[in-house]
């Protein structure tokens, strides 16, 4: 089973800020976040991964609490090309287990 | 830059044939991984590969089999196929360091129908 709870759904408008939660309670010390997201029937796109600090990249931000119990992945100016499935997945070094993630809807 | 092939990109087999599925990790990368998504469905884990030995195995049907070769390229071969099979399969790769940081990089898939 997914080590991983999310909305299965969300509506963002076209330019503002996406915030998708995700609550990872059973994390281990070891086990990073990882968040993929996937467009319609193509391949899983990487986004971006922490293990316990914040992290930002040309995509996204990750914000990880200090508990490391959630993190909320952060699209800061969303486009209609986000919408997409999004994948909150706590990994260590195998197998990626997907939940059934986040359905994100940007509205023009 | 270089990303995750796989070959064929779509497949049309009949029930009881065979298939095979290719993929090529993205350069350097050791460890290869397959997924299948059934219709509707989420991507499941199937098996991976590091340094040509096998190294998980998830629910995968004793009809598939897959190797990796000595280039780290990997097939999935799928036999007596099934009107269940009928899914995407994503191949998957990474490069081991082994410290929680192994993200893996996916192809395109390869579309599989089964009539």
């Known amino acids: 089973d997914a080590k991983t709870t999310q909305p299965p759904s969300m509506d963002c408008a076209e330019g503002r800020a996406a915030n998708l939660p995700c609550n990872h309670s059973?994390?281990?010390?070891?086990?990073?976040v990882y968040w993929y997201r996937q467009i319609h029937s193509q391949g899983p796109q990487y986004i971006i991964h922490?293990?316990?600090n914040n992290e930002t990249n040309e995509m996204a931000s990750l914000i990880i609490t200090e508990d490391r119990k959630s993190s909320t992945l952060i699209l800061p100016h969303a486009t209609l090309r986000d919408t997409a499935v999004y994948y909150c997945?706590?990994?260590?070094?195998?197998?990626?287990?997907f939940g059934k993630g986040t359905r994100l809807h940007i509205l023009p | 830059a270089a990303g995750v092939i796989q070959s064929p990109r779509h497949l049309i087999k009949e029930k009881r044939e065979t298939a095979t599925l290719k993929c090529y990790p993205i350069?350097?990368?050791?460890?290869v991984y397959w997924y299948q998504q059934g219709p509707g469905q989420d991507p499941q884990f199937l098996i991976s590969?590091?340094?040509?030995?096998?190294?998980d195995k998830g629910s995968i049907p004793d009809r598939f089999s897959a190797q990796q070769f000595s280039d780290y390229h990997s097939e999935l071969n799928m036999s007596s196929l099934e009107l269940g099979d009928s899914a995407l399969y994503f191949c998957?790769?990474?490069?081991?360091f082994g410290r929680g940081t192994d993200t893996q990089y996916f192809g395109p898939g390869t579309r599989l129908t089964v009539l």
């Open positions: 350069p350097r990368h050791d460890t």
């Open positions: 059973t994390i281990s010390g070891n086990e990073y």
């Open positions: 590969f590091y340094e040509k030995m096998q190294s």
């Open positions: 997945i706590v990994s260590g070094d195998d197998k990626i287990i």
């Open positions: 922490g293990l316990k």
């Open positions: 998957a790769s990474s490069l081991r």
